[in-house]
């Protein structure tokens, strides 16, 4: 029986919801057998399922486990999507160093723009999450990295992601930085220094593009991720 895009990218989503790994793979292979575009079926389908998870967990129906279970589910989708994923080529690839800032575990969001940036063309050197201050500052100084990418879904440690660009500034590495996470505006962007802002991963390329090509793209990662007050862990800064 031939299903409508609508019906799979909203299946691709419920089964985010419901936490159903097997469902999330199986309806991620239709999306392909129907042709529809990977890309698209990651965005409005997968994320999207993140994102109500994400209201669910605001509104307390869902936890922590629930969380995990859900992130589960979405990346068993991305794994099938992910090898039919248009690979740009890149014979002058830009170097990001991409994290999430020391205090913040959340990580679900960088992973999915990571993914993303990856299959744009560009060379990705992942520091994961809780990501001490100076380890950006050093991995961009050796790298001699083009961009370094912030994340961070936690009110109580976006102060950091200034620190980073201060100290970067500092060392006098020269690599553009682009911030974003759930808390991020374009304003705050703006204001502790940031060159980019991206909404979602699909803006990150985008905004990631732009500045190598010498467009003009509004500083706009608001990224899919569990939404959460954690304590901020101590550690290097």
Do not use: W
């Amino acid at each position: 029986m031939h299903m409508e895009k609508s019906d799979i990218l909203h299946n691709l989503a419920q089964a985010v919801i419901d936490m159903d790994i097997t469902r999330a793979s199986k309806t991620a292979v239709e999306a392909i057998n129907a042709h529809i575009d990977p890309y698209e079926a990651i965005t409005d389908g997968l994320a999207r399922g993140m994102d109500m998870v994400n209201e669910l967990f605001e509104n307390e129906e869902y936890f922590v486990p629930e969380i995990l279970l859900c992130a589960d589910a979405m990346y068993a989708g991305i794994e099938v999507l992910k090898p039919y994923l248009p690979r740009e080529a890149a014979y002058h690839k830009k170097k990001v160093v991409i994290g999430v800032v020391k205090g913040d575990t959340h990580d679900i969001g960088k992973n999915l723009v990571k993914i993303m940036l990856d299959n744009a063309g560009f060379e990705i050197h992942d520091l994961g999450r809780n990501v001490p201050y100076a380890k950006f500052i050093d991995t961009a100084g050796e790298l001699n990295a083009d961009l370094v990418c912030l994340s961070t879904l936690m009110t109580t440690t976006m102060d950091g992601m200034q620190v980073v660009i201060e100290d970067m500034k500092k060392a006098g590495i020269l690599s553009r930085v682009m911030v974003g996470g759930g808390p991020i505006s374009p304003g705050f962007a703006k204001n502790i220094g940031a060159d980019g802002y991206a909404k979602n991963a699909a803006e990150a390329v985008k905004v990631a593009k732009g500045m190598f090509q010498g467009i003009q793209i509004p500083l706009v990662i608001k990224t899919p991720e569990l939404v959460g007050i954690r304590k901020n862990q101590g550690g290097m800064r």
